[in-house]
């Protein structure tokens, strides 16, 4: 079994809203159904990208019902707005399973709100039997960063990242492939650092001595609160794997010889 996640940073261009990248992701489909021609069993996850993140940092709304000091109107501008991320992130994951029906992967998708609740940001309670009853009939389930209602704050946002940590304990995947736009993770972050080096292989208490962006970024923290996930991830036993999947060919590549392509593997223990 195998966890993919398709980052936002590589199906959505991320600063152009609700921008998706049409190209790379009919790409990418055809790369995941040639992967699973050898009776992989699968579970892709994406990211919301442009779809998301842009909205929601803009009407605060992973702050949920925090913050408003209980005015009406902001209080119904909040839920107003956190109702229009969680449609443009639908229509995100309906071109994403339409792309892959196209090219004949079944796929079931399952949206994180109808199966999840959270309580301060966290998922207290996630049902896995759409996902275990998919993939019994052999189709690949497909879910996504989402808003979710939330105990303490209303609602809060769940990202992809974190749906995959709770499949990972549930399902326990030999690998987690997070494809994004960079080639694995580096030192530090290479878009800002052209001398940042590529880490070819990590164990969880190396994670601290990284230079990672976005604890002050997007909503779901951006590769700071990706990899606090991932870390968790490999304590599960899973192989961690960060691949660049805006470069044609990488991912099915790996999947024949790993040495052949540049990309990172955290796991517990080397
Ligand atoms: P999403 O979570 O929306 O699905 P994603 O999974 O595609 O997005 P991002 O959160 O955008 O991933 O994270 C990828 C970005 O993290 C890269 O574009 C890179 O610029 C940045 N980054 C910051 N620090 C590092 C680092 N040390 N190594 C690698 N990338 C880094
Ligand atoms: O892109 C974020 O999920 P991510 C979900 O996986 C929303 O971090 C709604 C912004």
Not at 150 to 163: H, L, N, W
Not at 200 to 207: A, E, V
Not at 238 to 254: D, T
Request: net charge negative.
């Amino acid at each position: 079994m195998y966890l993919l996640k398709l980052g936002g940073s590589v199906i959505t261009q991320k600063d152009k809203m609700c921008t998706l990248r049409k190209d790379v992701l009919s790409r990418l489909v055809r790369e995941i159904a040639e992967v699973m021609r050898k009776d992989r069993e699968l579970i892709i996850v994406h990211g919301a990208g442009s779809f998301g993140h842009l909205r929601a940092k803009k009407a605060g709304v992973h702050l949920g019902l925090r913050d408003l000091d209980g005015e009406e109107k902001r209080i119904h501008e909040r839920i107003l707005a956190m109702a229009h991320v969680q449609a443009d992130v639908r229509r995100l994951n309906l071109s994403v399973c339409e792309q892959l029906e196209n090219v004949g992967v079944p796929c079931f998708s399952i949206a994180p709100a109808s199966v999840g609740l959270m309580r301060g940001g966290r998922l207290v309670h996630f049902d896995m039997e759409a996902f275990r009853h998919s993939l019994g009939l052999g189709m690949v389930p497909v879910s996504f960063g989402d808003v979710l209602l939330d105990e303490s704050m209303g609602f809060s946002i769940c990202s992809g990242d974190q749906i995959l940590l709770e499949l990972a304990r549930e399902f326990h995947p030999e690998k987690v492939i997070f494809l994004s736009d960079v080639d694995g993770i580096y030192d530090r972050d290479p878009k800002t650092h052209g001398d940042a080096r590529l880490l070819p292989h990590l164990t969880p208490s190396d994670i601290e001595e990284l230079s990672l962006s976005g604890k002050e970024g997007d909503v779901t923290g951006a590769m700071y609160g990706k990899m606090g996930e991932a870390v968790e991830m490999a304590k599960t036993g899973a192989r961690v794997i960060f691949l660049n999947g805006l470069v044609e060919g990488r991912l099915p590549r790996f999947f024949e010889d790993e040495d052949s392509v540049p990309h990172t593997t955290l796991e517990e223990a080397r």
